[in-house]
């Protein structure tokens, strides 16, 4: 294989080529090189390997991807290949799940339909759920940085990779990291303000262009920054609403994780022409939050709200029925 400039040439990649074959490379960015590999023995399974120079950037993003190892949306770690040779230039390779393209190399075909993205955004959604909840935050998510599962090509299933400036240090929160394109207004000053990287913007951002196609300009997303949407002909309200929620410019307004779920379930149910039940069974303050969502998207609404009197062994159990305005 004919290498080019920078390239890690066979003897600084021994241990690896000792149990896998590389092949072409996939990528390449500020920490390392990606390639395809396949397993040596049988030359049949095949993996992404990223090539690192530093122990550092190696050791931190599979320490993070080992974490996150249950949580399905996320690209799989099979382990670490560390090299022996001291000073090398390569101190080893994270040899992962191989996922197909990714999201960004399909919105350059052109708009994806309203299904297919907020089946995405669902995903996301419900993955970042997990992401967060074991005390991870990923800082840089963008289109280049969410591919596609490899296995299924009758639906197209996000898994998130490129970890390399993620943290699960509460101190790095403090720091300014990630793509501005993508990041929430306030998050571009998190270090005057503080402010907490999982308020961002990312996925209202991904949905809008995975709708319009790839935006190479940063322009649109400048009028973004400003309210301003350029929407694609046939968008639906529905879909409108869900992503200015998204992205909307004050934070105290914009839609949580849990939020957008809720919201996307109760997109299905009205695409099936249902009415819908939601019984949430904890304190009337959740309703309220509830009750506020329902304002805010402005897509359906309450025809009746009262308690529940104890008919299921618990009491005050608050009943929403939504119906969907014609």
Known sequence: MALEDGEFRDDECGELLKWYIRHEKLG???QGQVYLLSD???????????MFKLESCAERET????KLRP????VFLHGLRRERKVGGRCFGTMVMELC???????AMKGPLREEEVAEIVKELAETLKGVHSSGVVHRDLKLENVFTKLQDESTIRPVIGDFGVATDDAREMSQSCGTEKYMAPELIFVERYGLSYTKAVDVGVIAYELLKGYQRSNLEMHLLREGEFQWPA???PEAKNLIMGMLDLDPRK???LDQRLMLLLLLESKDKGKDVVVAIMFAAKHVMKLVILINIVGIFRISDFHFLAGDFGVSNVPLVLLQWKV
């Open 28 to 30: 390449h960015g500020g």
């Open 40 to 50: 040596a023995a049988r030359n049949r399974h095949r993996y992404a390997g990223k």
């Open 63 to 66: 320490r993070i991807l080992d």
């Open 71 to 74: 949580i399905p949306g996320v």
């Open 100 to 106: 197909g393209p990714s999201l960004r190399d399909l």
């Open 234 to 236: 046939n968008l639906s």
């Open 254 to 256: 914009r839609l949580t």
